[in-house]
Structures are given as structure tokens and as C-alpha cells.
């Protein structure tokens, strides 16, 4: 690796560096040189980072795409950068819009935006506005650590219950149960589904690849608890890193079926822009014997790059490699007796907020 940056592992932490951004013409930033930073590496392992919160005061909080490759047209992110620290997370390159690095920056860095209930209600109270299922948990989990203090998504969730608007979750988290009473009531009225990750069942494949997320076997029992509720729950294999995480396809298919799960889905692992040097970084602190086979490989399935940022072929890959991942992926969905078809949330019970006068009827 390249001995002119930082490459201390930090306990808990999943990027092996703070690589500062290079599309913005930054500067990179060095040590002080100080007595202090000698102290920390006497024992040759830096120490462990401290989170910190910051608070963010967006002006609107719905995000809206027109991506072809995914569900949903709408977002909502209670907060800015991930304490999971899962290296291969393709939003890591959004923190270098605060002149902050992808790497360990985006994972204890935090920004958080305790507005966002606020700001929900008054958008979904705007005249004309055309309700459609929001997202959330599409560029940083809702459910990370801090959301233990913040308890913004949560709040959230009782702006949308209140309007009875349909929601979508996605997260690494067994810290979702929090909000079962909320989920549960709003599934009852067809309002509500949970998408959840599992990379890896292996703890020690999870413990470099995504620290601070929970453990494989508490997201599963999460997985049967929110089934139990009545809740429609999906599993998600993203990313699918080979060499890595793909023997496991099989594995998580199945216990997924075992534990309910409506549907499962999976994708190749992405690396765009600051996340590719990251990962590469990644692979040689943690498989160094395997990280040019990694590579080729992943190159083999984004068309000879390290990403393709194309619609259409972005989510699934390309070559035989990916044709062997999605062959292997059907396979597996028939014996767990998965067939995936999709839910669709009720959209025609939404009425908007009723803001400072009550409502009539």
C-alpha cells in the first residue's frame, strides 16, 4: 500500500484509511508530526476513532431519482455518513461534498439531521403532492448506533404513520425492532416493508467488512421477528464480493427462506469513485493472498473497469461471472421455495398532515 497515507486499522472501524478525495482537487492531509501522534502508534496500532455528530438543517429532507435500476422514485436520510463502516458502501464518496475523506471520515464523522420530521411533514402537506412509497435506508442506515440517541428515523416514522404514507426500510440492523410497534401497525394496513442486508454469515467476515453492523445471526432473528409481526421482510446479499462473500450465496438464501423472508435479492459489489482505493486498501490489510483474483474478477464483471456506472447493467454485471452468480442465485430461491414476487403498498390511504388546523373528517 502506499506509505504516503494513513493506513492504521482502527479498532471498530471498517476503512482501512482516510483517503482524501481526489476529484476536488483537495489537498491531502498529513499527521501534525506532534509527540502525540508518535504516542499513538507505539504500540503499532492506531487508536480507536471517537464518533462525533454533527448537526445538519437541510432545507428539505425527500430526495427524489429517475433511476431505471431501482423501486422507488424518493428517499428520506435521517443522517449524512454510517458508523457501520462497511467498506464497499457506495455512498462513502457524498462525504467528500464537506471536504471530508470517504475512508474513516464517512464512518465517524456523522452529520445528523434532527429537522427531518419537521421537514417531512411539510413536504408531504404541500398541495399537489403525489404519494408513493418513501425509502429508507438508501444511502446511510437509518438504523446505525446513533440513532439509538437521535431517534430521528423514529420520529419520522410517526409523521408517516400519521399520514398513513407507505415506507420502505432497508438497513444492517437489528436496532429496527425498536420501531416494531410502528411497522407492525402500519403493515397491518399494507403501508409498510423491511429489506434486510446480510453480506456474510461469517462473523469474521463481517466483523473487517462491516464492524459496527450487527451480528449475521442477530439481523436473521430480526429477519423471524418482524415475519412474526406480520411484517413483509426481504433479504438482501449486497454486496455479492467474490472470492470474499459469493461461496455463501447458497447459505443465505436458505436461512432467509428458513426465516420467512418473502423474498430475497442480491447484487455485485460496486466501487465507484473514492470506494475502489478503499477497497483495494481493504483487501490488502485483510486478504492480501486473494486481492489481484478479487479484482480481476470484479473488473470481469463491470466490463473491465473497477465500476460501471451504466443503468441497466450497474445492479446486476455483466459476463460470466455475473451469469454464474445470478444462475447460482435462482437455484438456490427455488429450494428455499422463495418465488420473489414483490409487495405493493397501499398508496390510496394517504391524507396529509393536518398542520395547525385539525381536520374535519
Sequence with gaps: ???????ELRAGRGAPTNRTPSRFGLAA?????????????????APPLRTTVTVESPKTIISRNQSPDVPF???????????????????????????LSPGQDFESRLFAKPDAPALLRAELGKRGYECRPLAFGTNTDPYQPIERDWRITRACLEVLRECRHPITITTKSARVLDDLDLIAGMAADGLAAVMMSVTSLDPAIARTLEPRASHPEKRLAAVEALVAAGVPTFV?????????????????????GAAGARGVFFMPVRLPHEVAPLFRDWLAAHHPERAGKVMATVRSIRGGRDNDPNFFTRMQGQGPWADLI???????????????????LRCDLFRPPAGDQLRLF
Design 73 to 99: 422514485d424518493r428517499s428520506v436520510n435521517p443522517y449524512r455518513g454510517c458508523e457501520h463502516g462497511c467498506v464497499y458502501c457506495f455512498a462513502r464518496p457524498t462525504h467528500a461534498y464537506h471536504d
Design 236 to 256: 438482501s446479499i449486497a454486496p455479492v464480493i467474490p472470492h470474499v462473500t459469493d461461496h455463501e450465496i447458497e447459505a443465505i438464501v436458505a436461512r432467509a
Design 326 to 344: 445470478r444462475a447460482r442465485f435462482r437455484i438456490a430461491c427455488v429450494k428455499a421455495g422463495i418465488d420473489n414476487r414483490r409487495i405493493q
Design 29 to 45: 492531509r498529513d499527521a501534525d508530526g506532534d509527540w502525540l501522534d508518535e504516542r499513538d502508534l507505539i504500540d503499532g496500532r
Design 1 to 7: 500500500m502506499d506509505s504516503g497515507r494513513e493506513h
